[in-house]
């Protein structure tokens, strides 16, 4: 049986845990065992990660460190609704199965711990650490609630904590805030990262309508560099938790940077989502790709998207927000890996779950890639979800005029399970559906509308959605490729699918809550026939069950 811990709790009042230092012991006397059982209730995702208990929000902290994933995330851990933030924390080897531990950072007088990064000061330029035992340093927001109700503008300062053991306990650094406000109520949610070519750090911080950059030597003094971003891409609400990082371009010996922006609201369907930008950074200005540019600029006019909005979105499902990547990853292995939180300020705080709330997505891989629309952040799932393969069948090659039955045959029940499917239109392209449903007649369509030329999830049948007229409806995405054929996959939870066509150049993610789950799976051909060239269907094992070891 898998041992999880049971995060403990501070307090209700903001500031009552003001100690510099959290440890491994302040918090192992209170912490007890889960058992798989109690991660089986109703709408608790079966391979995705979520809080033991509590509130959980943005990931946080990601770093990849001595073999274990790092993944930090926003926490409340004495309610299920969003409040006083610290710093829930957890590892793991291959970022699909997840070991919980304490609590990491809790708020002090400073204010609340809201969103930042985490790095290994392998150079040991701060001094906190060592040559041979570098620290690793958390780089984040204070939010200083009694400034902000007392008419403040300076609420927000960026502070830093560093662990000399592998993450288990942290210190906060006795001089913090490192960077102090200036006088601007949105001023958060550092992303530090090691700018080889100037021997620096480079922090990405969201700043109101834009990203501000800022440069180190040693992580404890910063320097203004430059601003981007206040009269391009979508500002349809604040900008939130960016991330800057260089990537090849697929096929090319070509490289160039990739700055993610969120934002919150304004995303292409509604609420929060997650933007970004392509172009070149030169250790202080980040400078737009000419073509990307002029992507942004024809926007509104070639794509008929969604809601006119004039961002490029790295997933256009309402359920994928403050998306960032892993730092720390080995040049050995060489992939840019992202998590985002798996839902959507619109109704975040009020989803019927009990004891928790919310998840992260899969952990993906990005790769940079040239389309039909220019230079595209692709997405897709990274192999390690491998490891929770259960039972697979692949459907024979045929061609589909009627609603074919997937689910009908198979010899396991598919609840959670991998999709995949390569599809194409016999004679004229027409819509098309792939559709989750229950003996409920509550369902999921998934599919593509021929006459927009857009992808699709259409939820507006799916379960529950008494609690927000916001989650109802019909969600678009463009579809970025001009082959004739369709290269779909499906990872579907029992609250969740995430959706990634033409080897992730569009990307949805989107939650459910049914009174039951989804076990039927049928494709549904429009007016015209399908091609089903291959096709394949893959159990994926819950985490917490002892199988999936």
């Known amino acids: 049986m898998k041992k999880l811990y049971v995060l403990a709790a501070c307090s209700t009042l903001l500031y009552s845990c003001s100690s510099n230092q959290t440890t491994v012991e302040d918090t192992a006397a209170v912490a007890a065992t889960t058992t798989a059982a109690e991660f089986q209730e109703q709408h608790r995702p079966q391979f995705h990660f979520t809080p033991p208990s509590g509130w959980m929000n943005d990931p946080n902290g990601m770093v990849y460190h001595n073999g274990e994933y790092h993944l930090f995330y926003q926490h409340n851990p004495d309610s299920t609704v969003w409040g006083p933030m610290h710093w829930g924390h957890a590892v793991s080897k291959d970022m699909v199965d997840w070991e919980h531990l304490p609590i990491a950072l809790y708020p002090d007088s400073l204010g609340a711990i809201f969103s930042g990064s985490a790095v290994v000061d392998v150079n040991n330029t701060s001094g906190l650490g060592t040559k041979e035992n570098p620290a690793m340093v958390a780089v984040f927001t204070y939010h200083n609630a009694e400034a902000e109700k007392a008419g403040r503008n300076d609420f927000q300062t960026q502070g830093i904590a560093f662990s000399l053991d592998n993450g288990r306990s942290w210190t906060k650094y006795k001089a913090n805030p490192v960077l102090k406000n200036p006088g601007i109520r949105d001023f958060r949610d550092p992303k530090v990262i090691w700018y080889e070519p100037e021997q620096e750090w480079i922090m990405a911080l969201a ?30 609400g604040v900008w939130e938790c960016p991330d800057l990082f260089k990537m090849p371009v697929e096929g090319t010996d070509e490289e160039k940077w990739v700055l993610i922006v969120n934002i919150n609201p304004g995303a292409p369907n509604g609420g929060s989502g997650t933007q970004y930008f392509v172009g070149d950074f030169n250790g202080s200005r980040f400078v737009l790709d000419p073509q990307f540019q002029a992507d942004l600029n024809a926007r509104p006019v070639i794509a008929k998207v969604v809601n006119g909005q004039e961002g490029i979105w790295l997933d256009y499902g309402r359920d994928q927000y403050a998306g960032v990547s892993w730092s720390g990853i080995p040049e050995e292995d060489g992939r840019r890996l992202f998590m985002g939180w798996m839902s959507n300020w619109d109704y975040a705080n009020v989803v019927p779950t009990e004891k928790w709330r919310s998840a992260m997505t899969v952990a993906r891989k990005l790769e940079l890639v040239n389309t039909p629309a220019g230079l595209r952040v692709a997405s897709k799932p990274v192999k390690e979800l491998e490891n929770i393969y259960g039972a697979s069948e692949s459907l024979e090659e045929q061609t589909v005029s009627n609603v074919l039955a997937i689910s009908e045959k198979l010899s396991f029940n598919p609840v959670t399970y991998d999709l995949q499917l390569d599809l194409k239109p016999v004679g004229p392209q027409s819509s098309f559906a792939i559709e989750l449903s229950n003996e409920k007649d509550q369902k999921v369509l998934v599919g593509y509308d021929v006459s927009r030329g857009q992808y699709y999830i259409d939820r507006t049948k799916a379960g529950d959605h008494s609690f927000s007229d916001k989650f109802s409806g019909v969600q678009y995405a463009p579809r970025l490729s001009n082959d004739a054929s369709f290269d779909l996959r499906l990872l579907v939870d029992v609250a969740s699918v995430e959706f990634f066509a033409d080897g992730g150049k569009t990307v949805m993610t989107s939650v459910f809550f049914p009174d039951e789950p989804f076990t039927r799976v049928r494709l549904v051909p429009g007016q015209g026939r399908l091609k089903l060239d291959s096709g394949k269907i893959t159990n994926l094992k819950s985490i917490y069950s002892s199988a999936s070891k």
Do not use: Q
């Open 207 to 236: 700043v109101k309508d834009h990203i501000s950059f800022y440069s180190s030597k040693n992580l404890l003094d910063w320097k203004l560099e430059s601003d981007f971003g206040a009269n391009v891409g979508a500002h349809g």
